[in-house]
């Protein structure tokens, strides 16, 4: 693991995620991958369209760039769900 890099902080009801923000972290730190997280204050683990959404987009940019999306996680109180593990990406 080359590091950590915290992209927004949300609000109650949501935070936004920019792919350039993302990626341009990613080309800094010359990764060739990258696991994208955030977490559920509600619990709930199932992921939202949106995060689907956000996912496919930050997939597809890093195809462009060479730099694999390796998985996206949703962290709660109650455990955690990983895109990978349930075929999602």
Same mark, same amino acid.
């Given at each position: 693991?080359?590091g *950590?890099f915290e &992209?927004?902080?949300?609000g109650?009801?949501?935070a936004?995620a920019? &792919? +350039? *923000?993302? #990626? $341009? ?5 010359? $990764? !060739?991958?990258? *696991?994208?997280? /955030?977490? /559920? =204050?509600?619990?709930?683990?199932? =992921?939202?369209d $949106?995060?689907?959404?956000i996912t496919e987009?930050? +997939?597809k940019a ?5 730099? +694999?999306?390796?998985d /996206?996680?949703i &962290?709660?109180?109650?455990? #955690?769900?990983? #895109? !990978?593990?349930?075929c999602?990406?």
């Amino acid at each position: 693991m080359l590091g *950590i890099f915290e &992209v927004s902080k949300g609000g109650i009801s949501g935070a936004s995620a920019d &792919v +350039r *923000i993302d #990626f $341009a972290a990613a080309l800094k730190a010359n $990764a !060739t991958g990258i *696991i994208l997280a /955030h977490n /559920h =204050p509600s619990g709930q683990l199932a =992921p939202s369209d $949106a995060d689907k959404y956000i996912t496919e987009n930050m +997939r597809k940019a890093g195809e462009l760039l060479n730099i +694999r999306v390796l998985d /996206h996680l949703i &962290v709660s109180a109650e455990g #955690f769900c990983s #895109f !990978t593990d349930e075929c999602l990406m």
